[in-house]
C-alpha cells in the first residue's frame, strides 16, 4: 500500500444518519490509513440521534457537516459508497472515482416511535453499518486499524 491515505466518499440521500455512521466508523477503524468524507444527494444536517448512538461506542461525530455531493465531483477518491438505493439512483458519476460500491441500509429515521424504539433503531443500523465498515477495510486494507465496536 502506499503511503497516500485511501480516500473513501460516502453517500446517501440527506447526508443525516447512515452516511454519517459510515464516515465515523469507517475513520474510527482505518485511522490514518484512511480519509473519509461523506455527502448527500439532498443534505439535511447531522441527524442528533445519530450523533448519540455513535458517541455510545466511542465515536464522536459531532463536529460532522452535511454536505453536498456536487461539493465533490472534483475530487479524486479511491472508493465511492453510496448506502441508500435513493442516492445510488440520484447520485451522480464521479470521473475521479477509481471504484464504486453500493450498499443500502435501512434509514432509521422513525419519528413516529417512541424514544427508545427510536434509539433502537439507529443502533441497529448503527452495528450494520460498523459491520460493513470492518468488511469493507479488511478488504480495501488487508486489515483494520482498531478492533473495536461491533
Same mark, same amino acid.
Given at each position: ?18 452516511? +454519517? ?12 490509513? =484512511? ?6 444527494? $439532498? ?9 448519540? =448512538? ?10 460532522? &457537516? ?15 459508497? &453510496?448506502?441508500?438505493? +435513493? ?5 451522480? *458519476?464521479?470521473?475521479? $472515482?477509481? +471504484? *464504486? ?29 460498523? $459491520? ?11 486489515? *483494520? ?6
Amino acid at each position: 500500500m502506499s503511503d497516500e491515505p485511501f480516500r473513501i466518499l460516502v453517500i446517501c440521500t440527506g447526508n443525516r444518519a447512515r452516511s +454519517q455512521m459510515a464516515h465515523g466508523w469507517l475513520r474510527h477503524l482505518g485511522g490514518e490509513r =484512511v480519509e473519509v468524507e461523506s455527502a448527500g444527494t $439532498a443534505p439535511k444536517g447531522v441527524h442528533p440521534v445519530a450523533i448519540k =448512538v455513535m458517541a455510545e461506542v466511542g465515536i464522536d461525530i459531532s463536529a460532522h &457537516t452535511s454536505d453536498h455531493v456536487d461539493d465533490y465531483l472534483d475530487d479524486d477518491f479511491d472508493l465511492v459508497v &453510496t448506502v441508500c438505493d +435513493q442516492a445510488k439512483d440520484a447520485c451522480p *458519476t464521479f470521473p475521479g $472515482a477509481k +471504484q *464504486t460500491l453500493h450498499q443500502a441500509f435501512e434509514d432509521p429515521d422513525y419519528p413516529w416511535l417512541d424514544d427508545e424504539e427510536f434509539a433502537a433503531v439507529f443502533r441497529r443500523i448503527r452495528d450494520a453499518v460498523g $459491520a460493513f465498515s470492518r468488511d469493507l477495510l479488511a478488504c480495501e486494507l488487508g486489515s *483494520t486499524h482498531r478492533d473495536n465496536g461491533p
